[in-house]
């Protein structure tokens, strides 16, 4: 018998969600204001090893409102890559997951009492799609943990809600029986909450057991949105073309559906590293 008339069972065969480069949230820093960027005002890390370096433009980084630098973890450890502090996102899926620190892969949102018998449930958040300035890279994804994340989906002022409300319900109302449109249709930028021109940080936690973060939030939008508003958030036809194709295709279906199990360590290795918060810098 040859290798083509083995018989196996298929459901012991490999499976694994579909890889995309990413970047990460990290929270800025009050003492950290003298040098200013991300690193004080929170926002969007890049890992090096994410980007094709021949993509990079003139100033050797991935587009416009990138900067180069380095990533210093409190366990000694740095990586390469780029800030930026507002990134724009035409949103093609997303997901969300329970982690729980030391135990890998993390559990399927419904999941909830399974990650709590483990230790400390934090909600996980990965926003794929395609990122303003960097549509050559193909399908990207933001990842949020914690209370950064359900800033982004999940609290009744968060990056979603308002960007449900003020861009997709009013294009809904101009579109008429056209229906209500995708999210991919329009720019989503997200970035830094901010009190006047500086950023605003937020404690959370209680007791002992208190940290200070850089909440994320919907930029560039403070109130529902007129046509030539959302004209000039329009993706354009031949990106929205491109992301019908794609949002229907078995490799992002791969992604989306990816932590719909309890067990996800086989998927583990083919996501963003998995840094434990006290290897973090904040």
Not at 127 to 133: A, P, S
Not at 251 to 268: I, M, P, Q
């Amino acid at each position: 018998m040859t290798w083509m008339e083995q018989q196996y069972d298929e459901s012991t065969v490999e499976q694994f969600s579909e890889r995309f480069p990413f970047a990460y949230w990290l929270n800025g820093d009050k003492k950290l204001k003298q040098l200013g960027g991300v690193p004080y005002t929170g926002g969007w890390f890049l890992p090096a090893d994410q980007i094709d370096h021949g993509l990079l433009n003139e100033d050797g980084v991935p587009a416009k409102g990138w900067t180069a630098g380095q990533l210093d973890f409190q366990n000694g450890n740095s990586t390469d890559g780029f800030y930026a502090q507002n990134v724009s996102i035409a949103m093609l899926a997303w997901r969300r997951r329970w982690i729980v620190n030391n135990v890998n892969g993390g559990f399927a949102w419904n999941k909830y009492d399974e990650a709590k018998a483990q230790g400390n449930p934090r909600g996980h958040i990965q926003v794929l799609g395609m990122i303003h300035g960097l549509e050559a890279v193909g399908p990207m994804f933001l990842s949020a943990k914690g209370m950064v994340g359900k800033q982004i989906y999940g609290a009744d002022n968060s990056v979603f809600s308002g960007f449900i409300s003020n861009v997709i319900l009013e294009a809904a109302k101009l579109r008429g029986n056209k229906g209500k449109p995708p999210f991919r249709m329009f720019w989503m930028t997200i970035g830094p909450e901010t009190d006047g021109k500086e950023p605003k940080f937020t404690t959370v936690g209680t007791g002992n057991e208190t940290s200070v973060i850089t909440l994320p939030a919907l930029v560039g939008i403070t109130g529902k949105l007129d046509k030539a508003a959302l004209t000039k958030r329009y993706v354009g036809n031949d990106l929205f073309a491109e992301m019908e194709a794609l949002v229907q295709s078995p490799e992002v279906e791969s992604w989306r559906t990816g932590w719909d199990k309890t067990a996800l360590e086989e998927n583990a290795s083919h996501e963003e590293p998995e840094f434990n918060d006290e290897d973090m810098p904040f």
